[in-house]
């Protein structure tokens, strides 16, 4: 098999798969099929030689993040029977503007510039833990900490918000 | 310690003062508040006296840059010449007094600790405007005196009967201290456009090496000098505010209206003599002015029955005085009497708020009478004021008014008969105003001549060290006729800039004697008629409606009050009435009222589109990305 | 079959431009589509790793590591977001008794 063929099917179930976070009627399947999303692009991130963001990938989003959605949708106990609907008109604008919004990505990409292939490194390793840590903690130190302080604020800002004692909204 | 220590000390200590009361004050003990207040006065007098000794050439002290743009610079700076040393004795001196007399008068008061605050803080300003080596760092001070000036005269601002009228006489002040603010504003921007310096001396050395400016800027800029000097010091046309401004507490009034503040005009004016010098129109119209103001003054003070109001008016006239002395190149004579002016209107202040403390806070002298039984210290220091400004011969008032006279009769014969007549009808006010009081029977309700007391030992000691000091205070400049060597003259000459080069005169001595004989023949003789007025024919003053022709017009200040009224308050009021009626009522309500009103409905139109429902708001972002876009690709 | 160097094999960049926009394109449609909140920070996070995707590729194209980083920093906004919009949801359910955004309404004058 030829790496193009990998890629465009990994490329179709991706798209397939977050299609179906959007069109499943129950909120827990399309947590599930995000979470199947997840591992789709992580293919897509072993294929272009990115191994560490890979793992990451599948560590923080399919494995913390989406564990805490579906953490949330367990204990709000959200049924089929109680999902909101949407009326058809709604949805036939949306779906329209979702559309158009493509279009115009592409065609806004359509006329981009790319920097043709032959100017591209051959040695393709940036991607690896190693680099990547070396950037981190050289170039981008300053961001890094700032991020654990984002990070702080948002906990707390997350316990501040589900204390029980105080009703903040009325 | 080095002179500029010494006065940056001195300039420190009232403010350090003002900072402890006015933050701590008010959870102190009264005698603490007062103990401080009067205290750091009194180290800052004993600092000037040890500046006084130890300096005789003008020395500069740059503190810092205000203001640094382009060619314009600022500095704070300070110099200390002979003219800014006599200011500062007479500041911290009489202050010192001052302060000590209000821990006795101000002990009942509630806000004692404010009170001594914004004393404290008057002297530091006043401070700033006598040692500034600049116009810039006086305007300083100026508004600061005049702040504090603006709080303590409206200081019983909350009294139940007379809040009202103290606000309102503080505004007054405010007020028209504001429109001479703006003359003295005016001056300093021309004197920018002119010199481009604000510095004394760089302004006067300029002038001094005969780089003048073109007349009419000269005229300019002195007379907008003047007119703020007749804002501060009470002149004709600004001076209604400082007889109202006796509202304020008695210790205020004696230190701020009578002995410092007011005088700050004439300093300004002494300051500038070298520009005053070359400008003669000016120094006619300053000599006119200060003539008629020292004139009405006498006469308005002749039928006043408020004790304060007398002297109020008295120390108009003396102001004027002393402008008249201005007026004619008289710089060291104006200093002089000045500085004993600053010592009988202190005492006779202080002496009028021991004699009101003593009729429980009554001012009207027809319910007086006959007091030099019950308070004998403020009796005889009294006297000793009233023969001092009147002029009796070897009192201090004698020897500075002698001086003034003098200049008079070397300029003009006409000037000096018209001052005789004003000093004559000072002699005469004076005098009723002392015998009413103190002479006679007491005329007032028994329950208040039950309560007549002496003030206390710290009312009554600055009392007889200001009565010291106008008994002898003509020693400064004695004539050569009594072996006198002139010392103010050569002490201000030596080391203020422009005034060694003023000619002072000096008469003859077979001059002098006349002067002064005619000067105590009108003192005795005012003494003489007031005596038989008031005491031998037993007379007290009518009440108001009794009274006719000059009498009355006297009594009801001249109406210039009225007057005023009629020029400048009643048309701005009907001014603003049209203005309220045809341009606010008709034009501007509507027009913001049409703003209003499209906002309202271009706001009722929209509001229908901020549905509330998240998807919405998220479907209109979505939309405006693409719109955005799409805007870009076809730009591009 | 090596892994390095896919877009030597053939595979062009636009592959992965139109892969992330459509990626993204669907996200959007389901923020407008779907009213319950819970799946709307889904469809959030979707869109959020169709950018990360796009940044991984041209970051293998251009062989540069800096459009790694800044996956990184985008999944640790991503990280802090969801935890704080879902406690921000959560509170909102316990009033509201619902997950419904079209009755998320208070913003309304």
């Known amino acids: 098999m030829s790496l193009e063929l990998i890629a465009t099917i990994l490329g ?26 997840f591992f789709m692009i992580s293919s897509n991130y072993i294929l272009m030689n990115a191994q560490f963001i890979a793992v990451v990938n599948i560590i923080v989003y399919a494995g913390a993040i989406m564990v805490l959605f579906l953490f949330v949708l367990m204990l709000l106990n959200l049924k089929q029977e109680n999902e909101p609907r949407t009326s058809f008109l709604i949805k036939i604008a949306s779906v329209l503007a979702g559309g158009a919004l493509f279009t115009v990505f592409i065609a806004a990409l359509k006329d981009g510039v790319v920097i043709a292939a032959s100017s591209v490194v051959e040695a393709n390793d940036q991607g690896l833990v190693q680099n990547l840590g070396q950037l981190l903690f050289t170039k981008y130190v300053l961001p890094f900490e700032v991020s654990s302080v984002l990070f702080i604020a948002a906990m707390v800002g997350a316990v501040m918000l589900a204390k029980r004692e105080k009703q903040m909204i009325d | 310690m080095a002179i500029d220590k010494l006065i940056l000390t001195i300039l420190a200590l009232p403010l350090i003062g003002a900072l402890i009361n006015g933050t701590m004050g008010k959870s102190l003990p009264k005698i603490v508040v007062g103990s401080i207040a009067t205290g750091v006065m009194f180290v800052a007098f004993a600092l000037a006296v040890l500046v006084f000794n130890s300096n005789h050439e003008a020395t500069f002290i740059h503190l810092f840059k205000v203001i640094h743009l382009d060619d314009l610079e600022l500095n704070a700076r300070l110099q200390v010449d002979g003219l800014s040393t006599l200011m500062l004795l007479i500041v911290t001196g009489v202050g010192s007094l001052i302060h000590l007399f209000s821990m006795g008068y101000m002990k009942e008061d509630e806000g004692y600790y404010k009170f001594f605050t914004y004393l404290n803080l008057f002297i530091f300003a006043m401070l700033i405007l006598i040692l500034g080596s600049n116009y810039f760092m006086l305007f300083f001070g100026w508004e600061g005196v005049g702040i504090c000036s603006y709080l303590l005269i409206g200081f019983h601002y909350s009294d139940k009967e007379k809040g009202m009228l103290n606000g309102i006489a503080a505004r007054k002040a405010f007020i028209m201290n504001r429109i001479g603010d703006l003359g003295l504003l005016i001056a300093l921007f021309l004197m920018l456009m002119q010199f481009g310096t604000l510095e004394y001396n760089e302004v006067g050395n300029a002038i001094l090496a005969g780089d003048l400016p073109s007349g009419w800027m000269l005229f300019g800029i002195t007379l907008c000098l003047f007119i703020g000097a007749t804002g501060k010091s009470a002149q004709i046309p600004l001076f209604t505010w400082l007889p109202d401004a006796m509202a304020g507490p008695t210790p205020v009034s004696a230190l701020i209206h009578a002995a410092t503040m007011v005088t700050a005009g004439i300093f300004l004016v002494v300051r500038s003599n070298f520009l005053f010098e070359h400008a003669p129109q000016t120094q006619e119209i300053i000599l006119y002015i200060g003539l008629a103001t020292s004139l009405m003054a006498a006469f308005m003070a002749m039928r006043q029955n408020d004790i304060k109001k007398v002297l109020a008016y008295s120390t108009v006239s003396q102001l004027g005085f002393i402008f008249v002395s201005l007026g004619m190149g008289g710089y060291v004579a104006a200093m002089f009497h000045v500085t004993t002016h600053a010592f009988f209107k202190a005492l006779l202040f202080l002496g009028s708020g021991s004699v009101i403390h003593a009729m429980h806070h009554e001012q009207d002298i027809r319910k007086m009478g006959g007091l030099k039984k019950y308070i004998p210290i403020t009796h005889i220091t009294f006297l000793i004021g009233t023969c001092a400004i009147a002029g009796l011969p070897f009192l201090s008032g004698f020897f500075s008014k002698d001086e003034i006279l003098a200049h008079a009769l070397h300029h003009n014969v006409v000037i000096y008969v018209i001052m005789a007549i004003s000093a004559l009808l000072t002699a005469i006010y004076m005098f009723r105003l002392y015998f009413v009081v103190f002479q006679g029977e007491f005329r007032g309700d028994d329950h208040t001549k039950h309560h007549l007391h002496e003030s206390p030992l710290n009312m009554t000691l600055p009392l007889i060290i200001l009565a010291v000091l106008s008994l002898i205070g003509g020693l400064l400049n004695v004539p050569s006729l ?28 077979s ?18 008629f007031a005596f038989v007025k008031f005491v031998k024919n037993n007379s007290v003053p009518e009440s108001d409606e009794q009274l006719t022709g000059w009498a009355k017009l006297s009594a009801n200040k001249l109406y210039i009050d009225e007057l005023y009224n009629a020029l400048f308050v009643k048309p701005i009021e009907w001014i603003s009435a049209a203005l309220h009626r045809f341009v606010e009522m008709l034009f501007l309500n509507r027009l913001i009222d049409g703003f209003t009103m499209v906002i309202d409905l271009s706001g009722q139109l929209v509001r229908k589109w901020q549905t509330g429902i998240v998807s919405s708001y998220l479907f209109w972002m979505v939309t405006g990305i693409v719109g955005l876009m799409v805007y870009y690709i076809v730009k591009f | 079959m090596t892994l390095a160097g896919i877009f030597q ?35 959030i996070e979707l869109m959020l790793n169709s950018v990360n995707l796009l940044l991984v590729a041209f970051s293998t194209y251009f062989g540069k590591a800096d459009g790694q980083i800044f996956v990184f920093f985008i999944m640790v906004v991503a990280a802090a977001e969801a935890t704080v919009g879902l406690s921000i949801l959560v509170m909102a359910y316990r009033n509201l008794r619902t997950t419904d955004v079209g009755l998320f309404n208070k913003l309304k004058g």
């Open chain 3, 9 to 43: 094999s053939g595979v062009s960049i636009q592959f992965y431009m139109v892969l992330a926009t459509l990626l993204f394109s669907i996200g959007a449609v389901g923020v407008l589509v779907r009213r319950n909140a819970i799946i709307l920070l889904m469809c």
């Open chain 2, 511 to 528: 001059q002098t004697m006349m002067l002064m004989g005619v000067a105590s023949v009108l003192a005795l003789g005012a003494l003489f």
């Open chain 1, 12 to 37: 179709g179930l991706t798209v397939g798969s977050a299609l179906m976070v959007v069109l499943s009627k129950h909120p827990v399947r399309s947590v599930l099929y995000l979470v199947l999303t």
């Open chain 2, 482 to 509: 009594f072996g006198g060597n002139h010392w103010l003259t050569h002490y201000l000459g030596h080391s203020t800039l422009g005034l060694n080069k003023v000619a002072e005169v000096h008469l003859g001595d």
